[in-house]
């Protein structure tokens, strides 16, 4: 399998503008996280979800964020309008539940986004 | 709520030197506990974990001990390399309801030659 894949990796914008921030899962699991890094807080969790079904967006910044997933194999992030604070790494992550899984998360490669 | 407290770094060793990262933690339930490490520009990768009381994760000639009477899961290596340089973040899994991982801050550590 080829991982979790993130695109793209590196984002510079203006603020103001719409950014999309793309995840597909490894293919057969169920559950899928996005988190930011900053370093000023570290590594944050914004929503997961499971089964393409948001279960915990308390993260989630501010009514600029949302996410989706519209199937098992795709998620987007969207912050519309960006500001410069929202500049940071954005990683996806995704696991799979049963035994044995430990909740093991398996990482992206993460999207830098720097926001002017 | 749950929350994992790591050392600060950034932690300097020589080449061969002994690590010992300290990771606490505080959590309802029984979680399970991991190690992270992160190499410059990529992701996070699982490094080793633990799920019960005194297990004993390793990988790659590091290893932690779930210590359930002091909270503790600190990660430790004998001899370190320079290739071990990286980000090292300790988190908890708590199975009682959230699904999601909480981490650490982190600790920055550099080998040098």
């Known amino acids: 399998d080829a991982g979790v894949i993130q695109s793209p990796r590196h984002e510079v914008t203006e603020m103001g503008q719409e950014v999309t921030l793309r995840c597909k899962p490894i293919?057969?699991?169920?559950?899928l996280f996005w988190y930011r890094q900053t370093m000023m807080r570290g590594l944050e969790l914004l929503i997961y979800f499971n089964n393409n079904v948001p279960i915990d967006d308390s993260g989630m910044p501010e009514d600029r964020f949302s996410a989706k997933m519209p199937n098992a194999s795709f998620s987007t992030l969207k912050i519309q309008p960006s500001e410069p604070r929202d500049s940071a790494v954005y990683f996806c992550a995704s696991s799979l539940t049963g035994l044995g899984s430990y909740n093991e998360q398996f990482f992206g490669p993460g999207t830098r986004l720097t926001v002017l | 709520g749950d929350s994992v407290t790591q050392m600060e770094g950034p932690v300097t060793l020589s080449e061969e030197a002994f690590l010992t990262i300290n990771c606490t933690y505080t959590?309802?339930?029984?979680?399970?506990l991991f190690w992270y490490v992160q190499y410059p520009g990529e992701g996070l990768q699982l490094l080793l974990k633990?799920?019960?009381?005194?297990d004993k994760g390793s990988n790659k000639g590091f290893e932690a001990t779930y210590r359930k009477e002091t909270t503790s899961f600190h990660l430790e290596k004998g001899s370190v390399q320079v290739s071990d340089s990286a980000v090292y973040f300790c988190a908890l899994s708590d199975y009682t309801g959230r699904r999601a991982l909480t981490f650490g801050s982190g600790t920055r550590l550099q080998v040098q030659p």
């Open positions: 293919s057969g699991h169920d559950y």
């Open positions: 633990a799920t019960k009381a005194d």
């Open positions: 959590a309802t339930g029984y979680p399970s």
